[in-house]
């Protein structure tokens, strides 16, 4: 009988390759940026074949923001806990953590 | 042209009572993907500069018709009315169009969609609609779909299909008569009996078929398949060239190299 619906990783496959060009404009920083997104974004394809939403793009936003909303709350615990130790040295810059 | 459309529909409209004009108007108006200007006809033959509302006569019948206007190599002059059917020919079927298409109809009223070739993928169609309305569930929800994977299903589909007011698309119709499993006399007795179907069902509402040239290793023996579904129809387009076969404008089509031609 063969497949009549796109499987939600095609989805996200063909919706990637649709900004391709976009990302192709982008600065080579800017396109790492990107690829995080869409690779947060795969993290949830389960959940998005199992919301089977007319738009898939939709919840693939969504699943984008999910991260990033979750990686705001990382850091804004990591805020509190650091502005609460009085005395204690400032974290250490995040970039400077990344490049190390 | 929009008086050859008016015309048209003045026939199907008989004794041009109100009432059949204004059912005739409303399937025009909410079958169609309308863009464009429309006009005002009365059944005196004069018709009025472009209005932006529709209006009714008192007295007599009025037919409105709009003009509808595709972009790129599918600029058709008119839309179909009831009682013929419409045939695309494209490479795929014509199956970016045709969704397109059941998006542009599904915002103005119900859709019946008979997929015979698995060309039905509703997430372009959920997108196509989206662009236009903001209510993308209930747009969706006009659209009937209905498979088949064998040509037998296909006849089933269509002589089990009833006979409603409802623009009714048929995308790849032929993709399972040329089945190398299926014996060309019987693929051809199936088509007869499909044409009539789709005849009668053309003659409520339109009816669009889309259709493929056959794959080059049945080329020869099915295409007359193909020519036959060409006859059949009333109007034909073709994808990426000038419309082809509808009254009043003739372009060239896409022909074949000389392949055999079957009875049918």
Redo the contacts between chains.
């Keep these: 009988?063969?497949r009549?619906?796109?499987s939600a990783t095609q989805?996200f496959l063909l919706e990637e390759e649709s900004f391709s060009r976009f990302r192709r404009a982008l600065r080579r920083s800017d396109q790492l940026a990107l690829d995080e997104l869409f690779v947060a974004a795969r993290q949830h394809l389960a959940a998005a074949a199992y919301a089977a939403h007319?738009?898939?793009m939709e919840v693939f936003l969504l699943a984008m923001l999910l991260e990033e909303h979750k990686e705001v709350r990382r850091l804004r615990t990591r805020l509190e806990q650091a502005e609460t130790l009085p005395g204690q040295p400032p974290p250490p810059d995040l970039e400077s953590e990344e490049d190390g | 042209m929009p008086m050859m459309i008016h015309k048209m529909a003045r026939k199907r409209a008989g004794l041009f009572k109100l009432d059949t004009a204004l059912l005739l108007t409303k399937l025009m108006i909410t079958s169609a993907p309308w863009d464009g200007k429309v006009f005002l006809l009365r059944n005196d033959g004069n018709h009025h500069s472009p209005l932006n509302s529709c209006r009714s006569s008192p007295t007599g019948g009025i037919v409105i018709c709009r003009l509808v206007h595709y972009p790129e190599s599918m600029n058709l002059p008119g839309f179909p009315l009831s009682g013929s059917l419409a045939l695309l020919i494209g490479p795929h079927a014509a199956q970016a169009r045709m969704l397109d298409l059941a998006a542009r109809l599904a915002v103005g009223g119900p859709l019946r969609v008979f997929d015979c070739g698995n060309r039905f993928n509703v997430y372009p169609v959920a997108r196509a609609i989206r662009s236009r309305t903001a209510d993308l569930s209930q747009a969706l929800g006009r659209i009937r779909l209905a498979r088949a994977f064998t040509c037998y299903q296909v006849m089933a589909l269509l002589e089990e299909a009833a006979d409603e007011a409802v623009s009714t698309l048929v995308l790849d119709l032929l993709a399972t008569f040329y089945d190398e499993d299926v014996r060309l006399p019987e693929s051809q007795r199936l088509l007869r009996r499909c044409l009539v179907q789709l005849r009668r069902l053309g003659q409520a509402a339109p009816v669009i078929i889309s259709a493929r040239p056959p794959k080059p290793i049945v080329y020869a023996e099915r295409i007359g398949l193909l020519e036959a579904l060409r006859t059949a129809a009333g109007a034909v387009w073709e994808e990426n060239i000038k419309l082809a076969d509808f009254p009043a404008e003739q372009g060239p089509g896409i022909q074949p190299e000389s392949p055999p031609r079957l009875d049918f």
Aim: no cysteine.
């Design positions: 009988m063969g009549t619906l796109p989805n007319a738009l898939p």
